[in-house]
């Protein structure tokens, strides 16, 4: 059984590839904890629109960022808004909607614009490779007071062929603006992919956006929540 159990964990380690790249600006002196009142808007390239996809990342979004933004800061005098057509829940109770330009300026700090660039699975091409796997077997030995059984363990090698896999593609920019001074202050373009080559891993393009919100919305709420000291002149 023990066998098995660790089989099975080699094959997930080795046989799964994830890639991830990451590109961040951050204006070191901005105080995100003077932002009280932000305003959240998300929008799909145009070329990703059908229908599904724009539901299913705002759903998540609303899961995610927005109402995990809602529960956490709310409580600490934040107000979060969203943008109607950003297709968030925009119940009366937990958001506001703001669409004129004007009011948009004289009620918000910060704006938080999302952009989902690529949502798709396609395919890659994945290199052949080996790997071991300790095998423990028993074998008879004999000694002078008889035979005995003794554990031997060698290791089993395993040849995994390459070829093109289902590959899931995301990419998300962020980009977040003081609207006092209309400036970005943070701006992250997160690109991951996953390669499902085996039974074991079924990832879809909503499991690997989820992760990219759910990353930024943990960083954007260390921010709020961390007063920015001084610096020592």
């Given at each position: 059984?023990?066998?098995?159990?660790?089989?099975i964990i080699?094959?997930?380690?080795?046989?799964?590839?994830?890639?991830?790249?990451?590109?961040?600006?951050?204006?070191?002196?901005?105080?995100?904890t003077?932002?009280?009142?932000?305003?959240?808007?998300y929008?799909?390239?145009?070329?990703?629109?059908?229908?599904?996809?724009?539901?299913?990342?705002?759903?998540?979004?609303?899961?995610?960022?927005?109402k995990?933004?809602?529960?956490?800061?709310?409580?600490?005098?934040?107000?979060?808004?969203?943008d109607?057509?950003?297709?968030?829940?925009?119940?009366?109770?937990?958001?506001e909607?703001?669409?004129?330009e004007?009011?948009?300026?004289?009620?918000?700090?910060?704006?938080?614009k999302?952009?989902?660039q690529?949502?798709r699975?396609?395919?890659?091409?994945?290199?052949?490779?080996?790997?071991?796997?300790?095998i423990?077997?028993?074998?008879t030995?004999?000694?002078?007071?008889?035979?005995v059984?003794?554990?031997?363990?060698?290791?089993?090698?395993?040849?995994?062929?390459?070829?093109y896999?289902p590959?899931v593609?995301?990419?998300?920019?962020?980009?977040?603006?003081?609207?006092?001074?209309?400036?970005?202050?943070?701006?992250?373009?997160d690109?991951?992919?996953?390669?499902?080559?085996?039974?074991?891993?079924?990832?879809?393009?909503?499991?690997?956006?989820?992760?990219?919100?759910?990353?930024?919305?943990?960083?954007?709420?260390?921010k709020?929540?961390?007063?920015?000291?001084?610096?020592d002149?």
């Amino acid at each position: 059984m023990l066998r098995i159990i660790t089989m099975i964990i080699m094959l997930f380690m080795v046989s799964n590839l994830a890639f991830a790249e990451t590109q961040e600006w951050i204006d070191k002196k901005y105080d995100f904890t003077k932002a009280k009142k932000i305003f959240l808007t998300y929008q799909v390239e145009p070329s990703l629109l059908n229908g599904i996809t724009e539901k299913e990342s705002s759903e998540i979004i609303e899961d995610k960022l927005f109402k995990k933004l809602d529960n956490k800061l709310k409580p600490k005098g934040y107000n979060i808004i969203t943008d109607e057509e950003s297709n968030l829940n925009t119940d009366k109770g937990n958001s506001e909607t703001i669409s004129n330009e004007k009011s948009l300026k004289e009620n918000m700090d910060l704006i938080v614009k999302i952009e989902l660039q690529d949502y798709r699975v396609g395919s890659s091409y994945k290199e052949g490779y080996s790997y071991s796997v300790p095998i423990t077997t028993y074998e008879t030995a004999y000694t002078p007071n008889g035979t005995v059984t003794v554990p031997v363990t060698k290791n089993q090698i395993y040849n995994v062929p390459g070829g093109y896999f289902p590959t899931v593609f995301v990419k998300v920019r962020f980009d977040l603006i003081d609207v006092n001074t209309n400036e970005i202050i943070w701006s992250r373009i997160d690109s991951r992919s996953r390669t499902n080559s085996d039974e074991f891993d079924n990832s879809k393009t909503k499991d690997v956006f989820s992760r990219i919100i759910k990353s930024f919305s943990n960083d954007l709420l260390k921010k709020m929540e961390t007063e920015k000291q001084p610096e020592d002149y």
